[in-house]
C-alpha cells in the first residue's frame, strides 16, 4: 500500500506498507494548517474522522488524499473580495448550499496563532468578517 | 314715532353684530392651527435604531466585527433597492465608524407567522481592530401606517461579537438595540 504524499495534510504511516494478503491496514491523515480534507480515497477504504482504514486488502494500491485551500475565495486561490463575504453571508444565513469543496474554501475562522485559517467545520459570522477583512487587505492569510 | 320702539329696535341690531362678531372670532381662532395651537398628531414614517454592543470587552482583546438578527414588529421594513436592502439602511457608526467595509446585510420578509427579520454583519477595516465598546451601528426603517414601535418590539439573537486576532468568538459580549427614535 503506498499513501500518496502532497500538499495540504499528513498521513501516517507516510511509507509504503506491506500488508498480509486479504488484511486491513489503518492511516491517520490530518489537513495541515490552512487546508482542509476533501476526501481519501484508494485501497478500499473508508475514512471516519482523521482515519482511514484500507480493508481486504489483496493487491498494490494507493492511497490518495484530496485537499481544499481555506483561501476564502470560491474561484481561486487567491485573496477573497466582497463577494466571496456576501456568497459566506449567504451559506451563513441558509439562503444558499455550499459544495463540499466550498465548505472547506469559505470555513477560514479561527485562524491559528500564526494567523493561518484553521477552520471550524461550520461557516459562521466570524468566517464571513475574516474573509470581509481580508478583502480589504487585512491579514496575509 | 314711538322712541322707546325705537330703542327696541336699536337694542336688537346692537345684539345682532354681537352675536355675529363672535361668530366671526370664533371661526378665525379655530383656523389659525398652523400657528401657535395645539398640533395635530404627526404621522410616524421612519424609526431608527441605535444597535449598541453589550458585556465588557476584556483587556488586550480587539473586535473585528460583530453580527446578529435583527427580528423586526410587525409594519416594519427596511427600504428595499432592486430587491436587496438599500445600502443607507444599516449604517456603520459609534467604534465602527469609518470603516470601508460597508454593512453585509440579508432581509428576509414576513411571512405567515414568522416575523420579518435582518440578518447583519459589520466589520472594522481597522486593522489591528477595535478596543471600545460602545454604539456600532444605526438602523433605519419604515414603519407602515399607525406602527410606532419600541426597544423592545425587536428582537435581536444570533449575536456574535468576533476577536480581530483569532477570529473566535468574545466571550461574555453580544449586541442588543440600545434605543428607538420615531421621525
Redesign the interface.
Given at each position: 500500500m503506498t499513501p500518496v504524499t502532497g500538499a495540504g495534510f499528513s498521513i501516517f504511516p507516510e511509507n509504503v506498507q506491506t500488508v498480509v494478503y486479504g488484511n486491513t491496514a489503518t492511516f491517520t491523515v490530518n489537513p495541515t494548517a490552512g487546508y482542509g480534507i476533501l476526501s481519501v480515497s484508494g485501497c478500499n477504504g473508508t475514512l471516519n474522522s482523521s482515519s482511514y482504514t484500507a480493508a481486504n486488502i489483496t493487491d498494490n494500491c494507493n492511497i490518495t488524499v484530496t485537499t481544499v485551500k481555506r483561501s476564502g475565495n470560491g474561484t481561486s486561490n487567491t485573496t477573497p473580495n466582497i463577494a466571496d463575504a456576501l456568497k459566506a453571508l449567504q451559506a451563513y444565513a441558509g439562503l444558499l448550499t455550499l459544495s463540499a469543496s466550498e465548505k472547506i474554501i469559505f470555513d477560514v475562522a479561527p485562524l491559528s496563532s500564526t494567523g493561518v485559517p484553521l477552520g471550524n467545520n461550520v461557516i459562521d459570522a466570524a468566517d464571513v468578517i475574516l474573509i470581509l477583512r481580508r478583502s480589504v487587505g487585512i491579514g496575509n492569510w | 314715532m314711538n322712541l322707546k320702539h325705537m330703542g327696541d329696535i336699536t337694542l336688537k341690531i346692537m345684539i345682532r353684530y354681537v352675536v355675529l362678531l363672535s361668530l366671526i372670532v370664533s371661526f378665525t381662532a379655530c383656523g389659525g392651527g398652523g400657528g401657535a395651537g395645539a398640533p395635530a398628531s404627526e404621522v410616524k414614517t421612519i424609526a431608527l435604531l441605535t444597535i449598541g454592543l453589550t458585556g465588557t470587552l476584556p483587556l488586550s482583546t480587539a473586535i473585528?466585527?460583530?453580527?446578529f438578527l435583527l427580528t423586526l414588529p410587525a409594519g416594519v421594513t427596511p427600504a428595499i433597492t432592486s430587491g436587496t436592502v438599500s445600502s443607507g439602511v444599516v449604517i456603520l457608526t459609534g467604534v465602527l465608524a469609518g470603516s470601508?467595509?460597508?454593512a453585509?446585510v440579508?432581509y428576509?420578509a414576513a411571512s405567515g407567522n414568522s416575523s420579518g427579520t435582518l440578518?447583519v454583519?459589520l466589520?472594522?477595516?481597522l486593522?489591528s481592530g477595535v478596543t471600545a465598546s460602545g454604539e456600532v451601528a444605526k438602523i433605519n426603517l419604515l414603519l407602515a401606517n399607525g406602527v410606532q414601535p419600541t426597544a423592545t418590539g425587536f428582537g435581536i439573537n444570533?449575536t456574535?461579537v468576533?476577536d480581530s486576532?483569532?477570529?473566535?468568538?468574545i466571550i461574555g459580549m453580544g449586541v442588543g438595540v440600545s434605543g428607538v427614535t420615531l421621525q
Open positions: - | 473585528s466585527g460583530v453580527s470601508s467595509i460597508p453585509q440579508i428576509t440578518k454583519i466589520a472594522t477595516s486593522p444570533e456574535s468576533i486576532l483569532t477570529y473566535d468568538a
